[in-house]
């Protein structure tokens, strides 16, 4: 979870090159969204909404979640390039061993590079079409209705330019915005894209089932800013630490981590109103109440570590309620995963 502390020089041959654009995508990023994607895909597998009456595991559904996953995982890739080109000036503060800052990239390879990676993630989710749609003349040609994680997936890189470049409104200035513009793509939207590689996205459930994370998130994104102070007051980024102070800041967020898991319950066992005869939720209700439940304490925890001591917040680079955070979401994502799935084991 930790920022690599390497100094990445300029030069050293081609080796050096790629080691410098690997760091400069952040490799160690990616598995929360590729984690996340596959999830989704296997929640709507098991889900009511599977079109496919037979829920076979066929070779057309696994390398259409494949694709879908590695478009992701690239997808985040380009969103660290672009938040790094954006963030020069807070990083020469906080993260002075980024490519951008000792110069090992320049500013205009970077921002190509991280162009090249949104074409690479956007465009091939163009064949991700569901079933009965198999071959990829199908997929390449059906109705534009039917693209739906196209249009997921060039949402979410549209929110990624919206949170960091200055043209399109940089709301990471803005503590509330900047934590939404996060929690919308990474939360909400991740989890529905996963959804679109199996299942059609016209239903509430996928939209319930974002939102409880992208609620989750619209607080506990906040975690990564009180270390960052420094640099984002000189970058005139008013996150919530800065604008509210390190003590009210933390108790703003605490709720975060434990109320959007309780959804889980609600929505396990409460009829779904656009389509009354099934749950809002329809995997197995049993783990997903002890999911929600479990995570809620979980975030509980997590809340004591924050406030028991808020101003160590700002002193250590990486406290423990982030490496909560992360933990609490690959946990979610797996447990998700198994509670759509058990029921057709």
């Known amino acids: 979870m930790s920022e690599a502390r390497a100094v990445v020089r300029p030069g050293g041959g081609f080796a050096q090159s790629v080691r410098n654009y690997v760091d400069f995508a952040r490799p160690f990023t990616l598995l929360p969204p590729l984690l996340g994607v596959v999830s989704g895909a296997v929640t709507a597998f098991g889900s009511a909404s599977n079109p496919d ?73 163009w064949l991700v079409v569901v079933y009965p749609r198999s071959s990829v003349a199908e997929k390449l040609f059906a109705p534009r209705s039917e693209h739906q994680c196209a249009l997921i997936y060039l949402a979410g890189m549209i929110f990624t330019f919206i949170y960091s470049a200055p043209a399109w409104g940089r709301t990471k200035r803005n503590g509330f915005l900047a934590n939404l513009t996060i929690a919308i793509p990474r939360g909400c939207l991740l989890k529905v894209a996963g959804w679109s590689m199996v299942a059609s996205i016209f239903h509430l459930e996928p939209w319930f089932i974002g939102s409880i994370f992208m609620l989750f998130l619209a607080g506990a994104a906040t975690t990564k800013d009180f270390s960052d102070m420094e640099g984002d007051r000189a970058a005139r980024c008013l996150t919530l630490p800065i604008r509210y102070g390190v003590r009210k800041a933390a108790w703003m967020i605490a709720p975060f981590f434990i109320f959007p898991w309780l959804l889980m319950p609600l929505g396990a066992f409460t009829r779904n109103p656009l389509e009354p005869q099934q ?13 929600g439940i479990a995570l809620a304490i979980w975030g509980s925890y997590t809340c004591f570590l924050l406030l028991r001591n808020p101003s160590e917040l700002a002193r250590v680079e990486n406290h423990p309620s982030w490496t909560h955070m992360y933990l609490m979401m690959m946990a979610a994502q797996i447990g998700f995963a198994v509670a759509y799935l058990v029921p057709w084991v």
């Open 53 to 125: 009456p037979s829920r076979s595991v066929s070779w057309p559904v696994l390398w259409t979640v494949l694709l879908g996953s590695l478009c992701a995982a690239l997808l985040n890739a380009a969103s660290n390039g672009i938040n790094q080109y954006y963030d020069l000036e807070n990083d020469r503060r906080n993260k002075p061993n980024r490519p951008l800052v000792t110069g090992a990239i320049s500013m205009q390879a970077g921002f190509r590079f991280s162009v090249f990676l949104y074409a690479l993630a956007v465009v091939p989710t």
């Open 279 to 291: 749950t809002i939720l329809t995997g197995n209700p049993y783990l997903l109440a002890a999911l």
